[in-house]
């Protein structure tokens, strides 16, 4: 500031330097060549030409220092608003204001290489998608596969490695304790020592789809703008390929329960959970109505991960059954360019819910005969948990509930595909909310 006022007043001072010197010339050519009156007119003409061509090219310089000061104030300015600095192992780094890091949880298995391969092979920006790998457990093999990717992505490693207490008829999930203190530590990191807004976190077991970060990119301003939402997850529990429409990548819905497995939270969440944060089980402590207060994520029909890893603490008959057919996005859908405000709940509520409840409904045995008329959607009725569990169990949807929340629900709605066709399991109309004993 100071400095530029400055180079104005030299500019000034200058012009009016040549202005004055000018004059006192004129003057004295006054006098000197008085004598013949024609020869001054033509001698004063040229005077005031010069000093006139003069005193533009003196107003185009000031023009152009004031241009240049304003432009190098902006680009200043611009770059503190757009630039967050973040000292990570007592380095600096500067990231772009509005980062959303991918926070990778890893403890011990080296086939973490799989996982950031991808990450860093589809990540669109490196001073948007900062990449933190958190690890516990110390496990020296997998420090090494993680450095080995040096200034591409950045170690953290949990610092508390004491044996945590179990009570002893959980002794064999001590593993959950585990998992949970690294969460909270991981997150503690992530939004009070880095200071970051939201962030992504995914496990060191899964794969990503193309569009994984244009996903949470497109979906962001939902989060940052419907208080309803608390996240947005990569992941449909019912997203094998004969349950969902691989057609339509685009489609997204929201949904009660809480996925996880690569998703996305912001700091205002954070704040709110991080005091209270249990010492396990997170995942299903999260999905509990103090935690929810009613609140929803967006989840895809297609999933954007998919998990590869059968060794791990939950057992790897799950994976076999299960995990391993989720079927993983691989069409590139623009979703930062796609109009998403039908997954506004105000949008959602009504258009979603008039939808769901148009539908002529149908038993299970007559979608298995195919028995149904016509090739639109339709609906399946369930009042009870057992109707519920039975229909979910014939048709291959997960059956399971968590507070009272079936997978992938929405106002106890399941959404999928049968034989082609879309089918929604749906409660009564008059649905009122979970109930937690489900
Ligand atoms: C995170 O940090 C806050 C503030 O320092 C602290 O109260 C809280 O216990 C920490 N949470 C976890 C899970 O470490
Ligand atoms: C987005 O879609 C909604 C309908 O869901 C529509 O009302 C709105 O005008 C659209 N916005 C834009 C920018 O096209």
Same mark, same amino acid.
């Given at each position: 500031?100071?400095?530029?006022?400055?180079?104005?007043?030299?500019?000034?001072?200058?012009?009016?330097?040549?202005?004055?010197?000018?004059?006192?010339?004129?003057?004295?050519?006054?006098?000197?060549?008085?004598?013949?009156?024609?020869?001054?007119?033509?001698?004063?003409?040229?005077?005031?030409?010069?000093?006139?061509?003069?005193?533009? +090219?003196?107003?185009?310089?000031?023009?152009?220092?004031?241009?240049?000061?304003?432009?190098?104030?902006?680009?200043?300015?611009?770059?503190?608003?757009?630039?967050?600095?973040?000292?990570?192992?007592?380095?600096?780094?500067?990231?772009?204001?509005?980062?959303?890091?991918?926070?990778?949880?890893?403890?011990?298995?080296?086939?973490?290489?799989?996982?950031?391969?991808?990450?860093?092979?589809?990540?669109?920006?490196?001073?948007?998608?900062?990449?933190?790998?958190?690890?516990?457990?110390?496990?020296?093999?997998?420090?090494?596969?993680?450095?080995?990717?040096?200034?591409?992505?950045? +170690?953290?490693?949990?610092?508390?490695?004491?044996?945590?207490?179990?009570?002893?008829?959980?002794?064999?999930?001590?593993?959950?304790?585990?998992?949970?203190?690294?969460?909270?530590?991981?997150?503690?990191?992530?939004?009070?020592?880095?200071?970051?807004?939201?962030?992504?976190?995914?496990?060191?077991?899964?794969?990503?789809?193309?569009?994984?970060?244009?996903?949470?990119?497109?979906?962001?301003?939902? +989060?940052?703008?419907?208080?309803?939402?608390?996240?947005?997850?990569?992941?449909?529990?019912?997203?094998?390929?004969?349950?969902?429409?691989?057609?339509?990548?685009?489609?997204?819905?929201?949904?009660?329960?809480?996925?996880?497995?690569?998703?996305?939270?912001?700091?205002?969440?954070?704040?709110?959970?991080?005091?209270?944060?249990?010492?396990?089980?997170?995942?299903?402590?999260?999905?509990?109505?103090?935690?929810?207060?009613?609140?929803?994520?967006?989840?895809?029909?297609?999933?954007?991960?998919?998990?590869?890893?059968?060794?791990?603490?939950?057992?790897?008959?799950?994976?076999?059954?299960?995990?391993?057919?989720?079927?993983?996005?691989?069409?590139?859908?623009?979703?930062?360019?796609?109009?998403?405000?039908?997954?506004?709940?105000?949008?959602?509520?009504?258009?979603?819910?008039?939808?769901?409840?148009?539908?002529?409904?149908?038993?299970?045995?007559? +979608?298995?005969?195919?028995?149904?008329?016509?090739?639109?959607?339709?609906?399946?009725?369930?009042?009870?948990?057992?109707?519920?569990?039975?229909?979910?169990?014939?048709?291959?949807?997960?059956?399971?509930?968590?507070?009272?929340?079936?997978?992938?629900?929405?106002?106890?709605?399941?959404?999928?595909?049968?034989?082609?066709?879309?089918?929604?399991?749906?409660?009564?109309?008059?649905?009122?909310?979970?109930?937690?004993?489900?």
């Amino acid at each position: 500031m100071r400095r530029n006022h400055y180079i104005l007043i030299c500019a000034l001072s200058l012009t009016l330097w040549v202005f004055v010197s000018h004059y006192i010339f004129l003057g004295r050519t006054n006098f000197d060549f008085s004598t013949n009156s024609e020869n001054v007119d033509k001698k004063l003409n040229e005077l005031s030409a010069d000093i006139n061509s003069e005193l533009e +090219l003196h107003d185009s310089m000031i023009e152009n220092l004031q241009q240049n000061i304003i432009a190098k104030r902006r680009e200043k300015e611009k770059a503190e608003h757009e630039r967050m600095q973040v000292v990570i192992n007592n380095e600096k780094f500067h990231y772009s204001n509005s980062a959303i890091p991918v926070v990778v949880i890893a403890c011990n298995r080296v086939s973490i290489s799989r996982c950031l391969d991808m990450l860093i092979k589809h990540r669109p920006s490196v001073e948007k998608f900062p990449i933190i790998v958190s690890q516990d457990c110390n496990h020296e093999a997998t420090t090494n596969v993680i450095k080995s990717y040096q200034n591409q992505v950045h +170690l953290i490693q949990q610092p508390d490695q004491s044996e945590i207490s179990v009570p002893p008829k959980e002794k064999k999930f001590k593993g959950y304790f585990k998992i949970a203190r690294h969460y909270g530590w991981a997150l503690n990191q992530t939004f009070y020592e880095f200071n970051f807004n939201s962030a992504i976190i995914i496990e060191d077991d899964l794969d990503i789809a193309p569009d994984f970060y244009e996903y949470f990119l497109g979906t962001y301003p939902l +989060l940052k703008n419907d208080p309803s939402l608390w996240c947005v997850s990569a992941w449909n529990d019912n997203g094998k390929p004969n349950l969902i429409d691989t057609r339509s990548p685009e489609l997204l819905y929201r949904t009660d329960f809480f996925p996880g497995l690569g998703w996305m939270l912001t700091k205002d969440l954070w704040d709110e959970i991080s005091t209270k944060w249990p010492r396990s089980y997170w995942d299903d402590w999260i999905r509990q109505p103090e935690q929810r207060k009613d609140r929803s994520c967006i989840r895809p029909e297609v999933s954007r991960t998919r998990t590869f890893g059968k060794i791990g603490v939950s057992n790897g008959m799950y994976f076999d059954k299960h995990l391993k057919f989720i079927h993983l996005n691989s069409e590139f859908v623009p979703f930062t360019k796609l109009n998403l405000t039908y997954l506004l709940r105000e949008n959602y509520d009504v258009e979603y819910v008039k939808l769901v409840y148009s539908l002529p409904t149908v038993t299970y045995e007559e +979608l298995k005969m195919n028995t149904i008329q016509h090739n639109g959607a339709v609906r399946i009725a369930y009042y009870t948990k057992d109707q519920f569990r039975r229909n979910a169990k014939f048709l291959g949807l997960m059956d399971d509930f968590r507070s009272g929340v079936p997978r992938t629900g929405y106002r106890g709605i399941v959404s999928f595909i049968f034989n082609s066709r879309r089918v929604f399991l749906a409660p009564h109309p008059s649905w009122r909310g979970y109930d937690p004993t489900w």
